[in-house]
């Protein structure tokens, strides 16, 4: 394999000359979207080394589980004990879903101190994925709202089907727009603009970002692709653009929502980090060190890396760099 050669002066010019952010914070969902739709169900204690190993690459935002109907999701029904399970490392964030009143009371009781409600832009999703309409289930979020607030939990709000619905077809960016201000009217944190079937292109992303950088600074905004069709890492270059330095990925590409028919894995964690590293723009990420925490993974799903660095990645000649921290 060719070994490549970063010179991190050249690339920062990089990136100050296309005047993308210096720093960019993963969001690892790995743990919960990635397991949420794998047909094999890991034991809790997996989960557990997982998530620890994890925490030791430097990322800073680590999504864990979700307070989600076992009976919808099996794979997240050992959340308690899989949250109150791993190390809390300082300086790290460890949010997990919950849809509704009953799921941040189980959050609470463990002691989650940030949570996730999660949204669509399209009403056929929103009833296959929690059994109500996107209006409705802005209404359910209030509540969960005013007493997460009241406890000081932290609430991040997720967007799903922003460009295109597996049951609906294309959505209007205006769509996505009216969920997102509701979300941040009603004090979400930071709002995640999920293209879950993985359809969305640089040009169909622009015009959803165009109409929804109207209402939401894009210091509020983060952005979570899957790779179905090949363009996820375009379409975080297309994002940062855009001045968004939040991205959702999953180490080795896990993931896909059991609701959304089609869905591939995530954008991989491992490619983003190598093509922001590449560009000067900072994570905070040992690559190497998450490379082999892809390997566990995949190891004891019994399938392939679907990154495609992690599978080029070759030890001990790892691509050594200097802007790989
Ligand atoms: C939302 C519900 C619960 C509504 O489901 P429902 O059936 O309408 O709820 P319900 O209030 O009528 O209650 C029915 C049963 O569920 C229980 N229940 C009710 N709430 C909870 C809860 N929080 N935790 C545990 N149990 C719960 C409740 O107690 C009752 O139990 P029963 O009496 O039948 O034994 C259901 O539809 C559900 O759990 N859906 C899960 C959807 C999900 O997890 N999808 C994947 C995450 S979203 C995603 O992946 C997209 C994202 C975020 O990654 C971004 C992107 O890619 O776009």
């Known amino acids: 394999m060719l070994r490549p050669i970063f010179n991190h002066t050249l690339n920062r010019a990089y990136a100050t000359a296309q005047r993308l952010p210096s720093h ?6 790995g743990p919960r979207d990635g ?22 690459t430097g990322l800073q935002t680590i999504e864990v589980t979700s307070f989600v109907s076992p009976k919808w999701v099996p794979q997240m029904a050992d959340n308690a004990e899989v949250y109150s399970g791993i ?25 989650a101190k940030e949570i996730a409600v999660f949204g669509a832009a399209s009403d056929a999703f929103s009833l296959k994925n929690v ?3 996107a209006a409705e289930s802005i209404e359910r979020f209030r509540p969960v709202l005013e007493i997460a607030h009241k406890n000081d939990i932290k609430v991040r709000g997720y967007v799903s089907t922003v460009v295109g619905c597996p049951y609906q077809g294309p959505i209007k960016p205006v769509e996505v727009r009216k969920v997102v201000e509701a979300l941040y009217d009603m004090g979400c944190y930071e709002i995640s603009l999920g293209d879950t079937i993985g359809v969305g292109t640089p040009g169909t992303i622009s015009k959803m970002l165009d109409e929804v950088v109207r209402v939401v600074p894009p210091e509020k905004l983060a952005v979570h692709f899957h790779d179905t069709y090949g363009q996820a890492l375009a379409n975080v270059l297309t994002s940062l653009n855009y001045g968004i330095a939040v991205v959702d990925s999953s180490v080795s590409g896990l993931g896909g929502c059991p609701y959304a028919r089609g869905a591939s894995g995530n954008a991989a964690t491992e490619d983003i980090i190598y093509m922001l590293h590449g560009m000067g723009i900072e994570t905070g990420v040992n ?4 490379v082999l925490v892809g390997r566990f993974i995949c190891q004891k799903l019994g399938r392939m890396s679907e990154s495609k660095v992690n599978r080029a990645w070759k030890e001990p000649q790892s691509p050594k760099c200097d802007n790989q921290q």
Not at 90 to 111: F, R
Not at 287 to 290: D, G, Q, S
């Open 87 to 111: 190390k809390k490392c300082p300086g790290i964030a460890y949010p997990v879903l919950t849809p509704n009143v009953k799921g941040l009371e189980s959050a609470m009781k463990i002691g």
């Open 35 to 56: 397991l949420q739709n794998e047909k094999k169900l890991l034991p809790a204690d997996v989960k557990i080394s997982f998530i620890d190993q994890l925490s030791e």
């Open 287 to 290: 690559l190497e060190k998450l």
């Open 24 to 29: 960019v914070r993963i969001v690892e969902v």
């Open 131 to 133: 059994n109500c309409t």
